[in-house]
């Protein structure tokens, strides 16, 4: 019997495949990036920029209408990178955020999203959960 047969799923947050930009404050800087999934506890992203362990970080994203089931929303995430996954064969690191809070923001807060542009929805016009 294999060690990943008894593994125990302690996922708690049904996850959401969406590939959406995003924006990364960390320690005064801005950086772009982009999700891989989401939940309602926390998020995967990748960004070029070299975030260490249990750094504190603000995420800012649009949360689609998908999600919303009414308007796309921006909001802010307050969290702390729980891992790193180095870039394998491409530029980008792999995050992995836990929310600490979360705001939704004004339609017209003029956060930095606005030069970021979607990438795309994990299928044609409706997120999927990820398989566990």
């Excluded at 070029?48 to 689609?64: D, I, S, W």
């Amino acid at each position: 019997m294999s060690a990943d047969a008894n593994r125990l799923e302690r996922r708690a947050a049904q996850r959401f495949e969406l590939h959406l930009p995003l924006a990364v404050r960390f320690e005064g800087h801005t950086v772009s990036g982009f999700t891989q999934d989401l939940s309602a506890r926390g998020i995967f992203f990748y960004t070029e920029a070299n975030l260490p362990e249990g750094a504190v970080v603000e995420l800012t994203f649009t949360m689609p209408s998908e999600i919303t089931l009414g308007e796309s929303m921006p909001m802010r995430c307050l969290g702390r990178v729980l891992r790193v996954a180095p870039p394998e064969g491409g530029q980008r690191n792999g995050i992995a955020v836990r929310f600490d809070s979360y705001e939704y923001l004004p339609a017209d807060a003029g956060e930095p999203l606005s030069q970021f542009m979607r990438i795309a929805v994990a299928t044609a016009d409706t997120p999927r959960p990820l398989p566990r």
